[in-house]
C-alpha cells in the first residue's frame, strides 16, 4: 500500500527558515512533488525530485533521500504570503502519473 | 492562457440525490484527473480520463463514476449522496500524452465544493 506522512501544523516567523518533512512509503515510486495551497485555492506545484538529492528553486529547495523514503521543503526567507498548506505528494505507477498526496502541513507564518 | 475550469463553484444537494460537476482543462490538455479533499483523508485519486477512456482509477466505491467529451472536458457524478461525500472536488488537467512521461506536475482547478445535507 501507500502510505504519506507530514506534520500537521507548523508555525515560523516571517524572515526565517522552515523546513518541512515528508516521510512515505509506495510500491511503484516515480517521483516526489510538492504543492502548496492557499485556503479556498487550488493545489500550485512548487517543486519536484525524482532522484537524489537537493533541487533548488528560489527561495524553495526540495530534497529526496529515496533510500530512506524521505524528502523536505525548504522555505528561506518567509513572507507572510507563504502562510499555506503544504502538500507532500508521490507520483506512484500505480495509479499512472496521477498522485498519492500526503495529509499536507498548514505553516503559519507570524511576524 | 486559460486555466482549469470547474463548474459550479458550490453546490448544496441532500442525502440520497445524485451530482454531476465539470471541468473544462486547459486547451490542448487531453487528460483530466479528479481528487475528493476532505479534512480528515485529505486529496485522494478518484480517477483519470484520457481520449475520453478511464485511464487509471482510484479506491472508491462504484457510486463516484465520470466521462470525458470529445473536446476533453470531463464531468463526475456521484450518485446517491451520502453526508460523507462533502468535500471539495478537484480535477486537474495535464498535456501527459503517455503515463509517466513528464517530469511536471499537472494543473488544478479551484474546486467544487459539495455539501451534502
Known amino acids: 500500500g501507500q502510505n504519506i506522512d507530514q506534520p500537521t501544523e507548523m508555525t515560523a516567523t516571517e524572515g526565517a527558515i522552515v523546513q518541512i518533512n515528508c516521510t512515505y512509503q509506495t510500491s511503484g515510486f516515480n517521483g516526489l512533488f510538492w504543492y502548496q495551497q492557499h485556503a479556498g485555492e487550488a493545489p500550485t506545484f512548487l517543486s519536484y525530485n525524482v532522484l537524489d538529492g537537493l533541487e533548488e528553486k528560489g527561495r524553495f529547495s526540495s530534497f529526496l533521500s529515496r533510500s530512506k523514503g524521505y524528502s523536505y521543503l525548504l522555505l528561506k526567507e518567509l513572507q507572510m504570503k507563504d502562510s499555506a498548506s503544504y502538500l507532500c505528494?508521490?507520483?506512484?505507477?500505480?495509479?499512472?502519473?496521477?498522485?498519492?498526496f500526503g495529509p499536507g502541513t498548514r505553516l503559519s507564518v507570524l511576524p | 492562457k486559460a486555466g482549469v475550469t470547474q463548474t459550479p463553484r458550490y453546490l448544496i444537494k441532500t442525502r440520497g440525490q445524485q451530482v454531476t460537476l465539470s471541468c473544462s482543462p486547459i486547451s490542448g490538455h487531453r487528460s483530466v484527473s479528479w481528487y475528493q479533499q476532505t479534512p480528515g483523508q485529505g486529496l485522494q485519486f478518484l480517477f483519470e480520463?484520457?481520449?475520453?477512456?478511464?485511464?487509471n482509477k482510484g479506491n472508491f466505491p462504484g457510486r463516484f463514476s465520470g466521462r470525458q467529451f470529445s473536446n476533453s472536458r470531463s464531468e463526475m457524478n456521484v450518485s446517491t449522496l451520502e453526508l460523507g461525500d462533502s468535500a471539495l472536488y478537484l480535477c486537474?488537467?495535464?498535456?501527459?500524452?503517455?503515463?509517466?512521461?513528464?517530469?511536471?506536475?499537472?494543473?488544478f482547478g479551484s474546486g467544487t465544493r459539495l455539501t451534502v445535507v
Open positions: 486537474a488537467s495535464s498535456s501527459f500524452d503517455r503515463q509517466g512521461d513528464s517530469n511536471y506536475g499537472y494543473t
Open positions: 480520463y484520457f481520449s475520453e477512456t478511464q485511464r
Open positions: 505528494a508521490v507520483r506512484d505507477q500505480f495509479y499512472g502519473q496521477n498522485f498519492v
